[in-house]
């Protein structure tokens, strides 16, 4: 089955790609391509030089993909001729937390949408306007995802989702936190789950006031408070620390009790312990999207992480994701880059201060510690955005900064935005390669900065900082708005710039996954959120994690097969051997 794929935004009046195929249109004396106004088309049924025709335009605008024909009966809906395809749909369990595990842009809003009822699937019919429920469930074989979709035709089915982009919450609702929740508190649970989420003291606040964190556990109460069938939670652990995100853990898996559970989450770790079943969502941005059937979360991860999925004979990556064992690096031996001394500084009613430490040439320390005691602050000491009241710092070495919050406001493509940041040095050689592509950023190029997405953003921003020249590299929170992939190779690509460069790099993180791939050692911060934090190292990534994850209370074993951290299950048999060795965070796969 071949699919030809437009992507209208790279295919605009005056864009290489519309010029280009308005040059080629009816050149073959029939209608395979075809310019009508400002919009072009591709039949899928074109003749050979016109496919070839339409593989070469410019800036990636058009895609021909070869499927397996057996898929076709597969089409759950498809929005135009040349627009996006999803196969198949995820199924939701009682009594289970189902994973959603793959890529953006691979159509889980898609799919959320015909689960709820919002949308009526089309089967591939992208003419007819008023598609029957009747046609897709006669297409589904019986059993649980059937059964569902007749409850959802029949009007029996309420859905409620935690969107994915809660930074976006301010400019949609106006109040205070209290007016929000207590506008859909269904179940009448104001009191308890508002506690529970550390959202008591928050109530009287202005939505507007409200950091990153703080709207997101928000939004999981919001969501939580509505009286549905199925709750649908687009990555709830995104600005959470893993104090918040084990909390949100617990309390998803106690909903899934009674209640029908999904949840796309990016953080392996976490999807690990929180989901019984996952579905694997592969395909191609923006032009197709195929779900596969449910499996153990176990098996769902590590096939994920190889790239290979043996019962469809499929590779969805070209080379699997690998993490080590043993890899207690000797950082301390290179020149030193920076070293400090008993920082002290105050801002407002907060405190932060810090022991004795250094970082080498060619070390990575990833900082790790709860929200709110002073990682951001320490990062902008170091890059000489805060002055410190107290101690001191060595100021010799140059700094390129990517911050939490990445704030542009350009109307320019990011072609201009890479070239005015850093200039023609993306454009070619090993940064290219293990950066630039490695981000995916190559295919971003044509974009506006301003269409870009939370993650395309985020890639882009990593990319520039990576790209400056600099002895000292400092990145805050460069996992967040990535899906899985993009953060492996957003560690690895940082992990090779170091390496190849000879430089070093501070890396704030919640993703313990994240962390593992791209540090040597580790700073750990410890103290209460908004009061007081005090920064202890950096210590090897051993000693570093025992220390962190002896405060969370948690523990990690190794994968036996792929080598990944996983969290141990509370009170389980091997998390408590590993608590009474001292052993938090296990470098032996298990």
Not at 47 to 57: D, E, L, N, S, T
Not at 389 to 400: A, F, I, L, P, Q
Not at 472 to 483: F, I, M
Not at 571 to 588: A, L, M, P, T, V
């Amino acid at each position: 089955m071949r699919i030809a794929v437009l992507i209208e935004d790279r295919c605009k009046p005056n864009s290489n790609a519309f010029e280009y195929l308005q040059r080629w249109a009816g050149s073959c004396g029939g209608e395979c391509i075809q310019v009508e106004g400002t919009k072009c088309r591709i039949l899928e049924s074109a003749c050979p030089p016109c496919i070839i025709r339409a593989k070469h335009c410019p800036d990636d605008a058009v895609k021909i993909i070869n499927l397996p024909a057996e898929l076709e009966t597969d089409m759950v809906h498809r929005y135009s001729l040349n627009g996006f395809r999803l196969f198949r749909l995820p199924t939701p369990s009682k009594e289970s937390v189902v994973g959603i595990l793959g890529p953006n842009g691979m159509g889980k809003s898609t799919a959320i949408n015909a689960l709820s009822g919002r949308m009526v699937p089309n089967l591939g019919d992208w003419k007819n306007k008023e598609p029957e429920w009747d046609d897709i469930i006669e297409t589904l074989p019986r059993g649980e995802l059937r059964d569902f979709l007749v409850a959802v035709k029949d009007g029996q089915i309420k859905i409620a989702v935690k969107p994915q982009n809660v930074d976006k919450i301010p400019k949609r609702v106006e109040g205070t936190v209290r007016e929000l929740l207590s506008k859909v508190d269904e179940r009448d649970i104001f009191d308890e789950i508002t506690v529970e989420l550390g959202l008591d003291h928050l109530l009287e606040r202005k939505i507007n006031q409200l950091s990153g964190g703080e709207l997101q556990r928000m939004a999981i109460c919001a969501t939580l408070m509505r009286n549905v069938d199925v709750y649908f939670f687009d990555e709830p652990s995104s600005y959470l620390d893993i104090y918040q995100r084990m909390k949100i853990v617990k309390i998803i898996q106690k909903l899934s009790e009674t209640k029908r559970v999904i949840v796309v989450e990016h953080d392996l770790a976490v999807l690990d312990v929180l989901a019984d079943l996952v579905h694997i969502v592969y395909g191609d941005k923006g032009a197709f999207g195929i779900f596969t059937p449910a499996r153990t979360t176990r098996q769902a991860i590590n096939a994920y992480l190889d790239g290979f999925l043996v019962e469809q004979n499929i590779r969805i990556r070209s080379k699997p994701i690998k993490f080590l064992t043993h890899r207690d690096r000797n950082p301390s031996a290179g020149t030193k880059i920076v070293s400090w001394s008993g920082l002290k500084k105050k801002l407002g009613d907060f405190e932060l201060s810090t022991g004795d430490g250094a970082v080498h040439r060619s070390e990575v320390v990833g900082v790790v510690g709860p929200n709110g005691t002073g990682k951001s602050t320490m990062i902008k000491i170091l890059a000489g955005i805060h002055e410190y009241d107290d101690g001191w710092v060595t100021k010799e070495s140059t700094v390129s900064y990517k911050p939490q919050h990445i704030d542009v406001d350009m109307d320019c493509s990011v072609q201009l935005w890479l070239d005015s940041e850093i200039g023609a040095k993306w454009r070619g050689g090993e940064f290219n390669v293990n950066v630039i592509k490695a981000l995916g950023v190559d295919k971003l190029l044509a974009k506006r900065v301003k269409k870009l997405s939370g993650g395309e953003r985020q890639a882009v921003s990593i990319a520039i900082c990576l790209g400056r020249d600099a002895d000292l590299y400092l990145l805050d929170e460069p996992s967040a708005h990535l899906d899985a992939n993009s953060r492996m190779e957003a560690a690895k690509a940082i992990r090779r710039t170091m390496e190849s460069n000879e430089k070093s790099a501070f890396v704030i993180d919640h993703d313990v996954y994240f962390i593992d791939i791209l540090s040597d050692s580790l700073l750990v911060f410890d103290g209460q959120g908004g009061s007081f934090g005090k920064a202890e190292g950096p210590f090897t990534l051993r000693e570093g994690m025992n220390r962190f994850l002896e405060d969370v209370n948690i523990t990690f074993r190794r994968d036996h097969d792929s080598k990944r951290p996983r969290i141990n299950k509370s009170n389980s048999r091997k998390d408590r051997e590993q608590q009474s060795s001292g052993d938090f965070y296990s470098f032996e796969s298990r």
